[in-house]
């Protein structure tokens, strides 16, 4: 098979509008076809207009009956060509309704299935421009491009129709205008095209620039000197600026000559000197030249149209290209239907697991352990070792990129996320907890749970008291009447995976958010909790893990100690020299020579 006939056999890509408008493709166009046939008959009272000219101005003078049949015909073409129209409108917002409504829910199951590393990667003001703005972009594609493009392009053609028709020589020379316009206008999109991704990514800039600052007013108004915090949005609107004036400037010449080039009265003059002209030459009669005065000026508003909901089509590419860069995210990968396999007990294997969120980037490397039935494994290390992201591992926020890891015998990546989160429950050092009531937060993973149950939950995550105090209790809503201090909150989500019941429960750094009388409450929860559990905790102080049964020392993503406290201090590695760093060394010495 030659070349030609492999470029042949090859699948057609779709562009990115194709794809995103594919559920409604074609209640647009009938919508444009509507709009089409609306604009036409809403000229013919136009051309009954200039025949009832033509008739004044010839010798015979007006026939009543002629001029009551065109008042008529153009008074009813009218009324249908605006009932075409508004039924075009309707039903270009309506499957614009559908859309946005199908890419919302779309982008939303998407995102709620692509790993967590995908989000670290990216700039949540990147994920709102696609979810937000650029859905808003695509309102104006929908619901307006193809019924005012099928306006404009009607009012064209039936005008081209009626003019050809009246009397093709003045026809041709009335036109020559157009094609300065579309000459002009070209230079212009294609000047538009070169700077638009320019201008595109400024935007986005910007975007970002204010979630930063928004994200951390607090930091800006306690620390802030002079406009020192501002930089980065200042930056990001002066670099806008630029784009713009990079995106502008090309288009201001040739879109001032395109538009000197249509403007009606250019049009009209150029009508009137060749009507004139032909008169002259007796190649038609002075009253012919009427319906070419009136009509042809009129192709000025369609074309300028066409110019403008163009220019909208460059922005709706964009964004229909960002959206659907977004709804073709990788997502995590899930067990064929009918073939999850459910994990026979629950030991823990990490098998040569390496991970990193991009090329060139790893955090984890041929990381091997076992975490026993029962059994407390602890992982320690230095500042961006890699210990949240082995926890996240676990939790299956994302897939090792080498390697596997196990529950039971079976790799996580063959297991249905509910089953395992029955078996794996979390309390994070990052608490999330949604708009709803606290009841709600608490039975998120179980939400048939009883009242009884989520209470009984919320005693042993030491936060039951507190609640009771809120002015709706349980049915106060997080955010509203429910206002929760970090420690507080940490106590909910210790709530949350206690009514889970797992036998597994994994512990990123519970207490970082807690103040000294928080803590003492969170610990006391987390020990009656852990009992008899197998436990993975992620820990920077030593102290609160020295009695675990297995400790993982990471360092660059990789094991560099593994044992239990006394042994590694014994080692004198890196396991001591952070236990010393921590001014832990009285404690180190004690517990060696109880050994």
Sequence with gaps: MDTHDKASTRPKVRGPISQILQPVRGRLIVAGLLAAAGAMLTLVPLAGIAHIGKMALADNGLDPAQVWWALM???ASLCAGMLLISGAELLAHLADNRITHHLRRALVQRLSSVPLGWFTSRASGEVKQAMQDDINTLHSLTAHFFTTSGRAL??????????????????????????????????????????????????????????????????????????????????????????FIGFTRPLVAPMANANAMIAPVT?????????????????????????????????????????????????????????????????????????????KGNEIRFEGVGYGYDTGRRVLA???????????????????????????????F???????????????????????????????????LIHASVRDNIALGRPSASQQQIE??????????????????????????????GGEQQRVSIARAVLLDPPVLVLDEATAAADAQSEVAI??????????????VIAHRL?????????????????????????????????????????????????????
């Design 267 to 343: 049009v009209l003059g150029v009508v009137l000197v060749f009507g004139t002209l032909f008169v002259g030459l007796g190649w038609i009669a002075a009253p012919d030249v009427l319906p070419f005065a009136l009509v042809t000026p009129g192709l000025c508003g369609p074309l300028l149209l066409l110019h403008y909901i163009t220019h909208d089509l460059n922005h709706a590419t964009g964004a229909a290209r960002r959206v659907q860069a977004l709804l073709d995210t990788p997502v995590l990968e899930q067990p064929a239907p009918g073939m999850p396999q459910s994990p």
């Design 398 to 432: 994302f897939d090792p990129t080498q390697g596997r890891v196990t529950l039971g015998g079976v790799d996580l990546r063959e297991i249905e996320t509910c089953s395992l989160y029955r078996h794996i429950g979390f309390v994070l050092q990052e608490v999330r």
């Design 456 to 485: 009984d939950a919320a005693r042993t995550a030491n936060i039951h008291q507190r609640i009771l105090e809120l002015p709706r209790g349980y049915d106060s809503v997080v955010g509203e009447d429910a206002q929760f201090s």
């Design 73 to 75: 015909a153009g008074v």
């Design 543 to 595: 102290d609160s893990i020295m009695h675990a049964d297995q400790i993982i020392v990471l360092d660059n993503g990789i094991v560099h100690e593994q044992g239990r406290h006394d042994e590694l201090l014994l080692r004198k590695g890196l396991y001591a020299h952070l236990w010393a760093q921590g001014g832990y060394s009285q404690s180190a010495d004690l517990a060696v020579s109880s050994c």
């Design 154 to 243: 009607g009012a064209v053609l039936i005008s081209l129709i009626y003019l050809f028709t009246m009397d093709w020589r003045m026809a041709i020379v009335s036109l020559l205008p157009f094609p300065g316009f579309f000459l002009f206008f070209a230079r212009a999109m294609k000047a538009s095209q070169t700077n638009m991704q320019a201008f595109t990514a400024g935007m986005g800039r910007i975007d970002n620039s204010v979630v930063e600052f928004v994200n951390g007013i607090a930091v800006v108004k306690s620390f802030s000197t002079g406009t020192r915090a501002h930089s980065s949005y200042r930056e990001a609107i002066d670099a806008f600026a630029l784009a």
């Design 523 to 536: 610990q006391d929860a987390l020990s009656r909790f852990a009992a008899g559990r197998t436990l993975l």
């Design 366 to 396: 041929d990381v091997s352990f076992t975490l026993k039935p029962g059994t407390t494994t602890a992982i320690v290390g230095r500042s961006g070792s890699g210990k949240s992201t082995l926890a996240r591992l676990l939790l299956r």
